[in-house]
């Protein structure tokens, strides 16, 4: 009989385990969880906080007694594993017992940054069941909290400590909330949150914790019964370091494609070990737990004899914030431009259905695509409605190595109350298709500097929506009464806009046709307004 040990018992711990005994029914698999549950709902546990999930049972999705009863497991909780001995291929607990392998998983996933802010004992984190119970009991007659960090857990937590009616700061250090999204599509998300009664303070450094408010750099004190630090997670690659396994740069442990550290009986996976990126194969970090499960089956079958290995990683992820959805998938502009590529950026903001069905929403969308190879590099979508749908299909469309031009052509299902006839997806693959076609864009951030190079922005909406907002330096010409004014406008630079690049599409093409230099904004006003 030949023994796996498996260090950590939440997604890709237990999913190693639980797969390896299907493949295996004679293997010995021992787990070892730190804490004190394996299998865990993680991404739950902000919503324990906030009383929509309101049964704490329902978080536990496995105990050690039903893993021994059902898949024969050894499953070990309140557990550490402190050393790794690769000569004798044992690992030795807190307890001081030593535990024999033949093939170590590690899965321990990855620990909250603790930030060097004075005081930071006062914080609390959330990463699992243990954390939750102290933030709940931290929550009972509290009035105020501040959560340092405005990434998804953040955020979430944010959301619901708002439910149970705390008056809640978000403090972040950068110049806008969720690193995934790009600045016009977090600003939105940002504003929704304030709109809820969330306080978001940008470009705020904490420098003072105390027990019931906290301080930033500029003086400024926020009163905080509760204090988050949610500013991300870091490997927990302690046991790997200690045995001279080799780990990356940003601290994730190194492995090839069958999940094999630098020993090759040792396996990591989950939070704690690099990915390759699925758009340029370089590492990367991606806490998320679908690639965990994913990458957690596939050692099983590795382990059991299986030739398989792992694909890249596109870190598709979603959030929900007081009815709105945030989901991103690949890179982001900022990403991609530091990658050096040549880029063409499309922002769209249709409706999530047709819009003459009751409900409609608008979803804002944005695609990233090289220019050059017309590979679609990311998405960003933002919406109460269609935004995880949208989001899905170009993630799947990126793994099929679809184009951003065959987005027009993908086949999805409709009708009115799901869908427009053209969908959000094949609006995108029209307007790639129509700036490879000749289109030329302009984005929000260039406005500025191309009016100071002599453009003129021609506004074609209707006056009404002029006069409700426009663009500083902007003239209003409806785009109904646009071929009046051709002859002043020939031989001058010309960027047109509407409300959301729709209209203003047509008003390029009827430029472009009398042989006049246009550009289109690309998403319209809307996208401008959207970082106001």
Known sequence: MTTTIIIGGVAGGMSTATRLRRNDEDMEIIVLEA??????????????????????????????????????LDVRVNTRAVSIDRDNQTITT???????????????????????????????????VEDVDRIVAATEGAKSAAVIGGGFIGLELAENFTHRGIKTTVIERGPEIMAPLD?????????????????????????????????????????????????????????????GLEVGERGGIVVDDEQRTSDPKIFALGDAAEKRDGIDGTDTLVPLAQTANRHGRMVADIIAGRDTKRTGTLGTSIVGLF????????????????????????????????????????VHLKLVVNADT?????????????????????????????????????????????????????????????????EKTVQYYEIEEKLAQGFELID??????????????????????????????????????CQTGVRSHTATSLLRNNEIDVSNLDGGYVTWAAVQ
């Open 94 to 128: 807190e307890q001081g017992e030593t535990l024999k392998y033949d093939t170590l998983v590690l899965s321990p996933g990855a620990n909250p940054i603790q930030l060097p802010i004075d005081g930071i004992e006062h914080a609390l984190t959330l990463r699992n």
């Open 35 to 72: 804490s004190g549950n394996v299998s865990f709902a993680n991404c739950g546990l902000p919503y324990y906080v906030g009383n929509v999930i309101t049964d704490r049972d329902a978080l536990l999705l496995q105990t050690p007694e039903a893993l021994k009863d059902r898949f024969n």
């Open 323 to 362: 009815g709105l959805s945030a989901a991103s998938v690949g890179w982001n502009e900022r990403r991609a431009r530091q990658k050096g590529h040549n880029l063409r950026l499309i922002h769209l903001h249709p409706a999530d259905h047709a819009g003459y069905y009751p409900g409609a929403s608008t």
């Open 460 to 497: 074609v909406r209707e006056t009404s929506e002029y006069a409700a907002g426009a663009i500083p330096g902007s003239r209003n010409i409806p785009l109904n009464t646009l071929r009046d004014h051709i002859d002043e406008l020939r031989g001058k630079k010309i960027i047109v806009h």
């Open 183 to 243: 600045s016009e599509m977090s600003a939105i998300v940002r504003k929704h949150l304030e709109a809820n009664g969330v306080t978001v303070l940008l470009n705020a450094d904490t420098t003072r914790i105390d027990t019931n408010s906290i301080t930033l750099s500029d003086g400024r004190t926020i009163d905080s019964d509760i204090t988050i630090a949610a500013v991300g997670v870091a490997p927990a690659n302690e046991l790997a370091v200690m045995a």
């Open 374 to 438: 017309d590979e679609i590099l990311g998405a960003q979508g933002v919406g109460q409605a269609g935004v995880d749908k949208r989001i899905d299909v170009i993630a799947t469309a990126m793994r099929a190595g679809l184009k951003a031009t065959d987005l027009a052509d993908l086949e999805l299902s409709y009708a009115p109350q799901f869908s427009s006839a053209k969908d959000p997806v094949n609006m995108a693959g029209f307007i790639n298709d129509n700036m490879i076609r000749g």
